[in-house]
């Protein structure tokens, strides 16, 4: 074996030398010859048979692989690899090492090296008489119960080579530490000093804790029921006459509820009671009362659509817009009109009249004209214009106090005045209070849409059932439940997002309906 390995191994090495022998290819299949004859005449003939076998079944080459033509193609590519794989030489060199692995996965190893007792066994006659032993059915069963399922045979590893080690499962993480550790207990052991683990287990054992008696049921206090949410409960009480701030940032104090939170946006129920009519079976009465309801409110979207209508109608006295009229009204502006402008005497014949319009309009303009050289303010006018603007302030305040001196004696009539302004301001207070609560009920607005009442749920007498089985339901549980929500102003009222396309559709007709047509 190993002189086949050596022998394949140096002709590798030959092979995998460059070729440095150039010439043609009659050259070399001439020296080719030439180097076979030699072989053949040292040997002596031998057959055909003789020639192809060789060590390990390995075909001898009389030639010298290095002196063979180079077969052109790169090694270093998968056809390359392909290529030496198909190969005699590759081939056998395949199986062998096949071989020899199905050796050692079966039987642990070559076996040309295994020793005879584990090839070998004497054989001490049939074992008949276990067999032929006739068992009971709870044996049978038991035997049956112990043989191993056959999905467990084949998942079973039957390969005899060991598993490599984990280097991993091995390794202890700070060994070098944990050694040098042990080495210095050992040698304060040796001086007769303890670790500090070693010395309290000692403590503990010379002086063992004192045992501590389990309260019984007897001995349990009993603790008052308490409100966990109200303000003075025992758990807030270690809390108190500490810093909200301290407490805040510890996270010990939530964070407080804001005041709206704890009311509700609306005042109406969840859950409205349905009218008596739009019951299966109900009365005469009730039903026709629930008809009643549904057709006033078609009656009033009928009566808005109308009133739409009527506005958005043109005038009866207008003629309706023609294709020339609208062809002028959008041309006006657009043509210059000749009427007039060619005639020099039309201005000049209004003479005085032309002149007068000009002086009114320069009158009526509104801004002044200024003369030319403003007066100048002397001093004694300065003085005078001071001393008539003190008079005036000081006018006014003497007046102000006998105003005030006056209101003394008309004390009763500013008494009776504050009453009727107060009455008159609790009257708005009560009128807003009313509006408020009658509004609590409503839906307000939240956004840019309205609150829509949703449709009556009502069936005609001819649609009546006098069985549940034939009962036709009604409505939609969840569009009940989204409008509770909208009417108790927990949602804003909303419209189903309309799609739009962000490209244009484009038909494409395929080459087989192409075909079929």
Request: aromatic content about 4%; charged content about 35%; proline content about 7%.
């Amino acid at each position: 074996m190993a002189a086949a390995g050596s022998r394949l191994g140096g002709a590798g090495f030959r092979r995998a030398r460059p070729n440095r022998i150039s010439g043609s290819r009659r050259a070399s299949s001439s020296f080719n010859k030439m180097a076979v004859g030699k072989g053949g005449g040292g040997g002596g003939q031998c057959s055909k048979r003789e020639a192809d076998s060789g060590f390990l079944g390995l075909r001898p080459t009389s030639v010298d692989p290095a002196l063979r033509r180079r077969r052109r193609g790169p090694r270093n590519k998968k056809r390359g690899w392909r290529r030496l794989a198909q190969e005699p030489l590759g081939l056998e060199v395949d199986q062998f090492l096949e071989d020899v692995r199905l050796q050692e996965r079966t039987s642990g190893g070559l076996i040309s090296e295994a020793p005879d007792e584990k090839l070998f066994f004497v054989d001490t006659g049939p074992k008949n008489e276990e067999l032929n032993k006739k068992r009971t059915k709870g044996q049978k069963k038991s035997l049956l119960l112990k043989k191993p399922l056959r999905i467990d045979l084949i998942l079973e590893n039957t390969s005899k080579v060991p598993a490599p080690k984990d280097v991993l499962a091995h390794q202890v993480p700070n060994a070098k530490k944990l050694k040098r550790k042990q080495q210095l207990w050992e040698r304060l052991a040796k001086q007769g000093e303890l670790p500090r683990e070693a010395r309290r287990a000692k403590a503990r054992l010379l002086n063992p804790p004192a045992a501590r008696a389990e309260p019984g049921p007897q001995d349990t206090v009993e603790r008052p029921f308490y409100d966990l949410w109200v303000k003075d409960n025992p758990l807030d009480r270690p809390l108190e006459r500490q810093d909200p701030f301290f407490l805040e940032q510890t996270k010990k104090k939530g964070v407080k509820r804001p005041q709206h939170l704890h009311t509700k946006p609306s005042q109406a129920p969840a859950v409205e009671v349905t009218p008596a009519g739009a019951s299966y079976n109900p009365s005469f009465e009730d039903h026709q009362t629930l008809l009643r309801a549904a057709h006033e409110v078609e009656l009033r979207r009928q009566k808005a659509a109308e009133q739409l209508e009527r506005r958005l109608a043109p005038p009866a006295s207008e003629q309706a817009a023609t294709q020339e009229s609208a062809f002028q009204e959008m041309c006006q502006g657009l043509l210059e009109e000749s009427d007039g402008e060619g005639e020099p005497g039309e201005g000049q014949d209004e003479g005085p009249e032309a002149g007068g319009d000009q002086a009114a309009r320069a009158e009526a303009s509104p801004t002044a004209v200024r003369p030319a050289s403003a007066e100048k303010k002397t001093e004694q006018r300065r003085r005078r214009e001071k001393a008539a603007r003190m008079l005036r302030v000081q006018q006014a305040a003497v007046r102000a106090a006998r105003l005030r001196h006056q209101e003394v004696f008309r004390l009763r009539g500013i008494k009776a005045q504050v009453a009727r302004r107060l009455a008159e301001l609790a009257r708005q207070r009560e009128r807003r209070q009313a509006r408020r609560l009658a509004e609590a009920d409503r839906p307000r607005r939240l956004g840019r849409l309205k609150y829509q009442d949703p449709d009556i749920d009502v069936q005609l007498s001819s649609e009546l059932s006098d069985s549940l089985r034939t009962l036709k339901p009604e409505g939609n549980i969840l569009r009940d439940r989204f409008k509770s929500f909208q009417r108790r102003n927990m949602i804003e009222p909303r419209e189903r997002a309309k799609f739009k396309r962000k490209y244009k559709v484009k038909l494409v007709e395929k080459r087989a309906f192409r075909e079929i047509q």
